[in-house]
């Protein structure tokens, strides 16, 4: 039954403004109580049990619905509410007025002294719930009572005592109730102060100042000679109800967390408590004064003023303390604060200006290094030298064993880098595998002296992970000319490094002016390059490859030219490299693609001509190379026999074993799909023939250098080399073109020799597109002749 009662009831409370219709039916309640008091008591004490036992009901439901039955202090509210409700019903309503017993209206007081006890002691289980200090809460509440206390004794509760002739539990009970008033209302305030927002606490609050109203009501009625009024029977039935709402209230489920620490300090705090110490004594001392002007002194109220005015001083003094205490505490937190700062500070200099892995110098504190050399150097002595060090074949190591092993690569050498250190020297680490050293006044040779040092230290063998690893480097030297910033040190440095890379890696390259022209130049054709890509300056020349037997043409080379407007031809030799370096070959070489099988369809169609088109190793590199080449194919309607990719022996031997495997895969995907694979510069290289075993390649093309003419003072060599290679190349089942025919005795030599396609200016020199259309309505090996 109860359970069901109690499931109806939590049902009931559980929408969102079930607070607020719980306080308007308690209210009307309250108010109608005074008229059903003069109506019939049975009525008055049918009202007062309804309304504290629905107080009871809804701090019961309230607590087990946000989980609060396992905190001390709602456990001991809840017990409170159940106690007022149980003295009221059976001590009050069916002793006292049922059945009038003489001794129930004493046990109706004890209930309520024991609620009073209950509802105090809960208060303070709450207020210590804080996350700061205790001690500090407590001493602020009783500040607060004590202050409080003064003009209470004095107004109420010392004439109540003094004029009211109660003895034995009669005055007990009237002393208990307000002095448990005093506490309570000590500790609600300093709950409030710190805890004002929360809506719940406030309405618990203002129920105890009801409960406060009412008793002090009821004192003055008693001092007064009357009983119990109007006031005190709202006060009390208001506390019920307001206490109802407080934890119906849904800003109650926060109750589980800790409330708020008292603050240490506070503007309102700090004129509460000064008001306290102040005005409490001067009303008391005032209203001391009234009441003996009109005879109603007490012996006993100096005394108990007195005394409530050193413990207010006492408190006062403690709580001073503990704000010392606190404000020393947070001078020591401070500081310690301020020391791990700079700790921090100090930290995070050193990362700002160090590489993180070897501990050197970044580029930031190189650029100091090198600006106080600049800065210090006397007129007339050495300017300072900078050297900067790339190691070749690094990327190797990361993609061959990993980053960890490239990692550790990086601190052995950086070890042997600080055992070469002088005094005075900055050794940094300007990111990945450059470094860079400062040295003040250094000479040139003396410069020089240190990069071959560094040179021979480097090249000796690495011993990681349980294996050897052999590393080279390049040195660019700035030394001997006078620098005015860092940035330019770093810049010439950088050109001379450069030029050391370029010269094949393990070199020292010295800074000389003419680096600063040759980079301006080729930033210029950069320049150049990108504006003649977006407007259309790049035209595709075509030089025929001939078959000696019939004379025909069989296929024709696409050959880039630059025609910059208003300006000069640039040459191939000169523009090409430039490309390559900036990664600018692969849309200029996806340009040639499209325009080479945009011309070659109709040759084709017309002649089985087919195009030869030369790739770069940088083109051959990109992942999507094949795709890129077969789409263009099919988008220009040629069929993938009609094409032929030249490659170069060189580009192959400028890459990594790893990237060679891709561009092999890649080449291999095309001529699945029929394009055709030519070996170009055959004979020149360092390792041709192992390449002819792995390579996927349909046809060789011999160097010029092997068709030299008869008056040439290498002729009968290089006529047993070409023989070779033709002999090969048939053995092999491949196709041969010679390059470089500019004469009929070489052309004649050459067929004689069974050379079958061949390629010159005996036939023609590279020419524009329309010119390859009249080309190919004649036969260029019998027109030659």
């Given amino acids: ?11 009931l409370v559980r929408g969102p403004r079930s607070w607020a219709a719980f306080l308007l039916l308690g209210a009307a309640l309250t108010a109608a109580t005074p008229y059903l008091a003069s109506v019939s008591s049975g009525l008055e004490v049918l009202s007062w049990v309804v309304l504290q036992g629905a107080s009871a009901a809804a701090v019961f439901v309230s607590i087990r619905r946000y989980g609060l039955t396992a905190l001390w202090p709602w456990r001991l509210l809840c017990t409170a509410a ?3 409700w149980v003295s009221t019903t059976v001590a009050w309503g069916v002793g006292s007025v049922w059945l009038q017993l003489s001794g129930a209206m004493g046990l109706y007081r004890a209930g309520t002294v024991v609620t009073y006890l209950l509802s105090l002691v809960a208060l303070t289980l709450l207020s210590m719930r804080t996350e700061g200090s205790r001690g500090a809460g407590l001493l602020d509440a009783g500040i607060i009572t004590v202050g409080v206390a003064m003009p209470f004794w004095t107004f109420l509760l010392g004439p109540m005592v003094g004029g009211s002739g109660r003895t034995g539990m009669d005055l007990a009970f009237a002393v208990a109730i307000p002095v448990i008033d005093l506490f309570t209302f000590g500790l609600l305030m300093r709950l409030a102060l710190d805890n004002g927002r929360a809506r719940w606490l406030l309405l618990l609050s203002v129920s105890y100042v009801s409960l406060f109203t009412g008793d002090s009501a009821y004192m003055i009625d008693q001092i007064a000679g009357r009983s119990s009024g109007v006031v005190s029977a709202i006060g009390w039935l208001g506390f019920s109800v307001l206490v109802g709402g407080a934890v119906l209230h849904p800003s109650i489920a926060a109750a589980p967390s800790r409330l708020r620490s008292p603050a240490v300090s506070g503007r309102g705090r700090v004129v509460m408590f000064l008001a306290l110490a102040l005005l409490s004594p001067l009303i008391s001392g005032f209203g001391q004064m009234l009441l003996e002007s009109r005879g109603m002194e007490h012996s006993s109220n100096e005394m108990v003023i007195m005394v409530l005015t050193v413990v207010l001083a006492v408190l006062l003094v403690l709580r001073l303390n503990t704000v010392a205490r606190l404000a ?4 020591a937190e401070l500081g310690i604060a301020l020391r791990q700062r700079e700790v921090l500070q100090r930290s995070l200099s050193y990362r700002a200006l160090h590489d993180p892995l070897t501990g050197l110098a970044n580029r930031t504190l190189l650029g100091q290094a090198m600006q106080h050399a600049i800065a210090d150097t006397a007129p007339g002595a050495e300017p300072p030298a900078l050297l900067l060090l790339d190691l070749d074949g690094f990327k190797d190591v990361n993609d061959s064993f990993g980053h960890p092993v490239g990692d550790e690569l990086l601190t052995h050498v950086t070890r042997r880098l600080t055992g070469l250190l002088a005094s005075g020297q900055t050794l940094a680490r300007l990111g990945g595998d450059e470094f860079a050293l400062v040295l003040p006044g250094t000479g040139r040779q003396d410069a020089l002296a240190v990069a071959e040092r560094i040179l021979t230290a480097l090249q000796a063998p690495y011993r990681l992970s349980s294996r050897e690893v052999y590393l080279t480097t390049s040195i660019g030297v700035l030394a001997g000319l006078p620098t005015a910033t860092p940035s330019e040190a770093l810049r010439d440095a950088d050109l001379a490094l450069y030029a050391a890379k ?3 890696k393990n070199q020292i390259t010295a ?8 980079h301006l130049e080729r930033t210029r054709l950069l320049t150049g390059l990108r504006r003649a890509l977006a407007h259309g300056e790049f035209t595709l020349n075509y030089q025929p490859v001939v078959d000696l ?3 025909d043409i069989r296929a024709v080379e696409a050959l880039l030219r630059w025609n910059p407007t208003g300006s000069r031809p640039v040459p191939p030799d000169v523009f090409i490299p430039v490309a390559e370096e900036s990664g600018l070959i692969v849309p200029i070489g996806t340009w040639v693609l499209e325009q080479a099988c945009a011309d070659a369809r109709r040759w084709y169609e017309r002649h089985g001509v087919s195009v030869t088109v030369n790739v770069s190793g940088r083109q051959l590199r990109e992942p999507d190379f094949a795709e890129t080449v077969l789409d263009i194919l099919a988008r220009h309607g040629l069929p993938e026999q009609a094409l032929v990719l030249e490659i170069t022996e060189s580009m192959l031997l400028a890459t990594t074993p790893a990237e060679t495997a891709r561009i092999i895969a890649a080449l291999a995907t095309l001529r699945e799909h029929g394009v055709r694979v030519a070996l170009d510069d055959f004979g020149t290289g360092y390792s041709s023939l192992s390449y002819l075993r792995t390579l996927p390649v349909d046809i060789l093309k011999i160097d010029k250098s092997f068709a030299a003419p008869a008056g040439h003072a290498d ?4 006529r047993a080399f070409t023989k ?3 002999e090969l190349s048939s053995s092999l089942r491949l196709d041969t073109i010679v390059e470089g025919v500019e004469s009929q005795e070489q052309a004649a030599l050459l067929q004689r020799m069974g050379c079958p396609l061949v390629q010159g200016y005996l036939f023609s020199p590279p020419a524009p597109a329309r010119q390859i259309d009249g080309l190919l309505t004649i036969t260029p090996w019998q027109d030659a002749a």
Wanted: proline share 3%; no cysteine.
């Fill in 1 to 11: 039954m109860s359970t069901a009662f109690f499931g109806v009831l939590s049902r």
């Fill in 82 to 84: 159940v106690a007022a």
């Fill in 328 to 331: 020393e505490d947070h001078a």
């Fill in 502 to 504: 370029n010269a094949g």
């Fill in 511 to 518: 800074f000389d002016p003419a680096l600063r022209h040759a």
């Fill in 549 to 551: 037997v019939s004379g």
């Fill in 715 to 718: 002729h009968h060599q290089m």
């Fill in 724 to 726: 070779a290679i033709l």
